[in-house]
């Protein structure tokens, strides 16, 4: 029900765009958020929006450097990423929960995406 994309290979300072769709269901009225996850290392949280798409936190290595912004129209939200670094590798995932605090603080949330794979070289 949500599938990310947009992902790719980006040389460092580099900036993409990625993309989560909803289908099969509404999710104007859930929370959104973006994690990723490097090999070996724990899935992180990235940024979160709220549902009206007029609140949004970021992780602070991501800070001033992504932007999370959702169209409710589309059913989609958005992760600009720009300044990418080699640390920014990771596969990116998408999630939705009604409670938009339990998206910094916890991944047992309601619904998860297929991740997209983001490689930054240097």
């Known amino acids: 029900q949500l599938q990310a994309s947009g992902g790719g290979l980006v040389q460092a300072g580099g900036s993409l765009r990625l993309s989560c769709a909803a289908s099969g269901r509404t999710f104007t009225s859930y929370a959104m958020g973006w994690f990723r996850q490097a090999p070996g290392e724990e899935r992180e949280f990235v940024a979160r929006?709220?549902?009206?798409?007029?609140?949004?936190d970021y992780a602070d290595s991501v800070k001033s450097r992504f932007a999370i912004v959702r169209d409710n129209a589309k059913n989609l939200i958005y992760l600009q990423m720009n300044s990418l670094k080699p640390e920014d590798t990771a596969v990116y995932y998408c999630?939705?929960?009604?409670?938009?605090?339990?998206?910094?603080?916890?991944?047992?949330?309601?619904?998860w995406g297929q991740g997209t794979q983001v490689t930054v070289s240097s």
């Open positions: 999630a939705a929960d009604r409670i938009y605090s339990r998206i910094r603080v916890s991944t047992a949330l309601d619904y």
């Open positions: 929006i709220n549902w009206r798409g007029d609140s949004t």
